[in-house]
Structures are given as C-alpha cells and as structure tokens.
C-alpha cells in the first residue's frame, strides 16, 4: 500500500528536481522516484542503516563486474551511480531500468505472449548465478550478522532453524536442509526474485531488482525454483495456475522438478519470521504447517 504524501520526502524531492508524482514504485525499504530518463533516486525510509546501504551499493558494484568483462546477461540489473544524505534522509541515485513491474503486467497479457513471459522470468532466475561473485563460505551475503557455513547444507539446517526457532513451529530444520542437494560449487542467489522484483517489456524480462539483505552465496538452482514458488498466490496473486504449470513444465525441462517440494519448504522456513507481512507469512504457513507445498 503506497503512503501518503510526506512534506519533508516531497521538499527533498523538489531539491532533487523532481516530485511526488513521479513515483515508479515502492517497497518496504524505499520509494523510486524518476529523476530523468536515464536516472531515478530511491529514498531509504527514514532511519535505515547508512552501513546497509553502503553493503548492498557495495555488492551492486560487484556483480557489475568492475573491470572484467561481464557475462552477457539478458537482463539489466540495478547500479548505483551516487549515494547522498539529505535532511537526515538517505537518497541512492540510481540508473532507471527499463521495463515496467511484471506484477502488473501480469494483469494485462495472455496466451502466448504470457507463458513466454514466465518462460523467461524462469530463465531471467536461472542466470542470476551467472553474474560475477566468489566467496569462501557459503551463506549471507550483506547481513549486519552474517550466517556462513562451509557446506551448504548446514547454512541450510542453521538459517532454517533461526527463522523456525522465532516462531516457535515445531519443523525439523535438519529434514528440511537434507531434503535438497549439496551444490558442486557457489554462486550468487538473489532469494526474492518474484514478480514484483523484476522488470518486463512486452514478453521479456528486462531488468531484476532488489539484490539485498537476503541474497546470498550458495547454491543457484534456488532461484528459479523460489521463483516458481512465489507464484502462489498469497505472493502473486496475479499468476495463474496455468502460470504455475509453465513454470514447472520449464523447471522439469532442466531437471529441477524435483527440489521444487523441497525448496519450497525451506524457502517457507526462510520466510516465516516476516510475521508483518500477513501474506508471506500465511504463505510460510500453508507451507509448512498445513503440509500444502503446491505453488498454485
Ligand atoms: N532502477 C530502477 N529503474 C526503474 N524503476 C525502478 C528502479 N528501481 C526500482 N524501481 C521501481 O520501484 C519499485 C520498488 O523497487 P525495489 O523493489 O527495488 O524497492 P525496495 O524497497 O527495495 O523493495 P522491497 O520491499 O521489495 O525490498 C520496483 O518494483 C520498480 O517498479
Ligand atoms: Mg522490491
């Protein structure tokens, strides 16, 4: 739900030489507004951490690959081009992205043009692990208190047992972690990667948004089986469950089908402490308190 008009956001964004009314989007960490055609400002809420900012600018600098060649992704993803301070206020000047929320183009595109386009919100999630990132343990990327491990699966069993220790459900955090393979090597794992997270023109996906706190270094078949797992509907309500089919009859294609069960319950235990997000938490509860792991 969008906030009202705040009359110090919008003096911060007549400074900026923009308004109110240009907003693009918003999430719980920030609004985008347009600055330009070539650039947006995102406003962090009011007392957000300067560190966090600083990490996930730092990581974004990362995957875009410095001076190295960078793998030729299909699609965009965000770049920080400065970072200021105003009236107490953190402001991220960012380069605009193009391509519109697929949450709502989901509402306006059927048929043919609509299974390609979860053909490639499937294929835009499985290349993730294609940009730039080396670590020696697997686990929390930018997390003030990082949880790594050295084999994936114990960052699994641990993470899992954080967020079931919060709500106090009586999940084996261990079964969970068992449940999934061990990945041959690491990559990057962007960990929210749905609907409302990336940027589509037409039948493509253009952009992926929101690298963050949650992202992490691990093992990359997670994010298109996530990505499949979010189009439930207490997160997208806009798929279908013919949507749910394509994604899985994508997933069977490159031999994923069977981690989605799995995946799916941990992602569930991931999620459950998110208890202000009356959605997503009702989502983690189906999951793993009913026993219906089905994304449709
Ligand atoms: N660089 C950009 N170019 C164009 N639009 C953007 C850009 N960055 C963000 N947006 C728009 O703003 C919306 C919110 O952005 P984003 O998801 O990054 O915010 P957030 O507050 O970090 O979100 P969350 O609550 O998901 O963590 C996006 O859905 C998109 O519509
Ligand atoms: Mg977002």
């Known amino acids: 739900m969008r906030r009202g008009v705040d009359p110090a956001e919008a003096e911060l964004l007549a400074w900026l030489g923009t308004d109110p009314t240009r907003l693009l989007g918003e999430g719980g960490e920030a609004r985008v507004f347009a600055l330009d055609t070539a650039r947006v400002v995102r406003v962090h809420r009011a007392g957000t951490d300067p560190s966090r900012v600083a990490a996930r600018t730092a990581l974004l600098d990362e995957l875009a690959g410095g001076e190295c060649a960078l793998p030729a992704l299909p699609f965009a993803i965000p770049h920080v081009l400065e970072v200021r301070e105003r009236a107490g206020r953190l402001l991220s000047i960012e380069a605009r992205l193009p391509g ?3 949450m709502q183009a989901l509402d306006g595109i059927r048929g043919e043009a609509r299974e390609a386009l979860v053909r490639s919100y499937l294929e835009a999630a499985a290349r993730v692990g294609d940009l730039p990132l080396l670590r020696p ?3 929390d990327l930018i997390a003030k208190r990082p949880l790594r491990r050295d ?6 069993r641990d993470r899992a047992a954080v967020g079931l220790a919060r709500v106090g459900w009586d999940v084996d955090p261990e079964a969970l972690a068992r449940a999934l393979p061990e990945p041959d090597r690491g990559a990057l794992v962007h960990m929210d990667l749905f609907p409302g ?3 589509v023109e037409g039948e493509r996906v253009t952009a992926v948004l929101d690298f963050s706190v949650v992202s992490l270094f691990g093992d990359r078949r997670l994010d298109p089986l996530a990505a499949t797992a979010y189009l439930a509907p207490e997160i997208t309500p806009a798929a279908s469950a013919r949507d749910v ?3 899985r009859e994508w997933l069977a294609s490159r031999g994923l089908g069977d981690w989605l069960v799995a995946a799916t319950r941990w992602l569930a235990a991931f999620w ?3 208890v202000d997000d009356a959605r997503l938490h009702g989502w983690c509860r189906r ?3 009913q026993g219906d792991s089905d994304p449709a």
């Open 100 to 102: 519109r929320d697929m």
């Open 137 to 139: 343990t697997f686990g």
């Open 151 to 156: 084999r994936f699966r114990d960052y699994l």
């Open 197 to 199: 997270n990336v940027l």
């Open 245 to 247: 089919r394509i994604a």
């Open 272 to 274: 459950c402490p998110a």
């Open 287 to 289: 999951i793993l308190l």
